[in-house]
């Protein structure tokens, strides 16, 4: 599971890139109760979602033409610049090379060579999110590309991820961890889209999930704000039950309430 004791490979930040951000901060807070604090007037705009003072993830305006509303997770890493050259070794892109965030860390922005958009962040002040693993709070991170195993090749090449595949009905869905670490520290998973989706969600990308008491309460408060439903809620075996969905602007996210622990 996710934890903010933050090692390498790890999701350690997430941010929304919007259009209105404003508009974003009602949405989010109707659905999950968050609210928005500016980073201040030097950060142009960006500023963080928080619940019950706790940071749960970070929203900018988007600075690059054509680039679409998105929820993009950051994985942790010791040395960005070092990250950048991995990427690029790999067969990945650098849009926007390591850069320093005031005293808060580095970062770096990569697409994967599907073209699904990741981050990674280098720690300093900042060093993640305050909360996850909570309702209303990030709890997985899924990768939804068209080439499930030169996605396992490349992400094991630059953040050293070990794997476990679990087999479902007419798919393999992969589950991810940090290098050297066991299946309580798996933090996302990985899946091939069908071949020929043209549908909401059908491109590769990266997605959270957020954990919820009641998904399918969550699931109608969110569509009744104007989110559009790619999965309702649904039952998962050993899971629990989970959605997903696109928030008003089409950034894709997921809910999930986790499965009850066995009585036995």
């Known amino acids: ?105 580095r970062m770096a922005v990569f697409t994967d060579p599907a073209g699904a958009a990741f981050n990674v962040w280098q720690p300093a002040d900042n060093k993640g999110l305050d909360l996850v693993t909570a309702d209303n709070a990030l709890c997985w991170v899924e990768l939804h590309t068209t080439d499930a195993a030169a996605a396992k090749a490349f992400y094991h090449q630059v953040l050293g991820w070990d794997y476990n595949d679990a087999p479902m009905p007419g798919m393999t869905y992969t589950l991810i961890r940090p290098a050297g670490t066991d299946a309580e520290a798996e933090h996302g998973g990985l899946m091939e889209l069908p071949p020929g989706g043209t549908g909401p969600g059908s491109t590769p990308n990266w997605h959270p999930y957020f954990g919820t008491a009641d998904c399918d309460a969550t699931f109608a408060t969110a569509v009744a704000h104007g989110a559009t439903a790619i999965m309702p809620p649904d039952d998962a075996p050993g899971v629990g039950r989970l959605a997903m969905l696109l928030d008003p602007a089409g950034a894709q996210f997921a809910l999930l309430t986790g499965a009850a622990p066995d009585a036995g």
Do not use: H
């Not at 109760?33 to 705009?45: I, K, L, V």
């Not at 509303?69 to 892109?93: H, I, L, N, S």
């Open 1 to 105: 599971m996710l934890s903010t004791d933050y090692v390498p490979g790890a999701p350690n930040w997430l941010d929304l890139a919007s259009r209105d951000i404003p508009a974003s901060a009602a949405f989010y807070n109707a659905v999950f109760g968050w609210d928005f604090q500016s980073a201040g007037p030097d950060a142009g705009g960006y500023g963080m979602f928080v619940l019950d003072g706790k940071t749960v993830a970070g929203v900018g305006p988007i600075m690059v033409e054509g680039v679409e509303p998105r929820w993009t997770p950051y994985f942790m890493t010791p040395d960005a610049d070092a990250t950048a050259k991995t990427v690029e070794q790999a067969g990945g892109t650098v849009p926007f090379p390591a850069m320093d965030v005031f005293t808060m860390g």
